[in-house]
Nanobody, 128 residues
Framework: QLQLVESGGGSVQAGGSLRITCVASGILYNIYNMAWFRQAPGQEREGVAV????????YYADSVKGRFTISRDNEKKTVYLEMNNLKPEDTATYYC?????????????????????WGQGTHVTVSS
């Protein structure tokens, strides 16, 4: 069973950049598609970006396309989210998630309720 630990959150001004990181521990990391979700106070958890188990395919929420980039390093069992041109509406707690690659990648962004592997979250605050 994987365990996921996020880091790298913090405060940044609008227009700035931040990279958050999720490190996995446990075996068989390469069989998992990975994703970043976020949740703002009073709102549902929403998918931000997903990446296939071998890193060849990615999907993004429309709200972050062109600004955020998800990547992974399977040797380091790490997934990254590079966030550029941050906006105040990006303020949220960001969660790393994993789901076995046997499930369809394209549905992972909208499948928060079906995901059982989560990190503890890292908070990002973007000030105007």
């Amino acid at each position: 069973q994987l365990q996921l630990v996020e880091s790298g959150g913090g405060s940044v001004q609008a227009g700035g950049s931040l990279r958050i990181t999720c490190v996995a521990s446990g075996i068989l990391y390469n069989i998992y598609n990975m994703a970043w979700f976020r949740q703002a106070p009073g709102q549902e958890r929403e998918g931000v970006a997903v990446i296939s188990n071998l890193g060849g395919t990615t999907y993004y929420a429309d709200s972050v396309k062109g600004r955020f980039t998800i990547s992974r390093d399977n040797e380091k069992k790490t997934v990254y989210l590079e966030m550029n041109n941050l906006k105040p509406e990006d303020t949220a707690t960001y969660y790393c998630a994993a789901r076995e690659a046997s499930s369809r990648l394209s549905t992972m962004l909208t499948s928060a309720r079906d995901i059982t592997l989560w990190g503890q979250g890292t908070h990002v605050t973007v000030s105007s």
